[in-house]
C-alpha cells in the first residue's frame, strides 16, 4: 500500500503564493510521474501539473508561467509553488503519483492523495 500525503493549503489573497507538498510512502519501489490536479465546486478534475522522474514538466495552460512543479525523488515527495494566485485558483487540489510497489510485480498502480484546499480571495 502506498499513502500520499499533502500540506500547504490554505486561503491567501490574490496575487499572494502558496507551496504544496506531497510525500509518498509505503510499499514504494520506484515512482514514475507524479502530479497535482484539482476540482473546483461543481467543476471536474482537471490536471494542473505533472513532472516524470526524470524531470520532464507539463503544465495546463491556465497556469504555465505562475505554478512550478518540482519533486525530490530521494525523499518521493512532489512540491507545488504557486505564485500569482487568482481568485479562479480556488480549489481541493490533489496529488497523483504512478508507483510500482513492492508488490505489484513490476506494474504501475495509480494513487491520489486525500486533497487540501487552496482558497483565493479577491
Known amino acids: 500500500q502506498v499513502q500520499l500525503v499533502e500540506s500547504g493549503g490554505g486561503l491567501v489573497q490574490a496575487g499572494g503564493s502558496l507551496r504544496l507538498s506531497c510525500a509518498a510512502s509505503?510499499?514504494?519501489?520506484?515512482?514514475?510521474?507524479m502530479g497535482w490536479y484539482r476540482q473546483a465546486p461543481g467543476k471536474q478534475r482537471e490536471l494542473v501539473a505533472t513532472i516524470t522522474n526524470g524531470g520532464n514538466t507539463n503544465y495546463a495552460d491556465s497556469v504555465k508561467g505562475r505554478f512550478t512543479i518540482s519533486r525530490d525523488n530521494a525523499k518521493n515527495t512532489v512540491y507545488l509553488q504557486m505564485n500569482s494566485l487568482k481568485p479562479e485558483d480556488t480549489a481541493v487540489y490533489y496529488c497523483n503519483a504512478f508507483v510500482i510497489t513492492t508488490q505489484s510485480m513490476g506494474l504501475l498502480d495509480n494513487y491520489w492523495g486525500q486533497g487540501t484546499q487552496v482558497t483565493v480571495s479577491s
Open positions: 509505503g510499499s514504494i519501489f520506484s515512482i514514475n510521474t
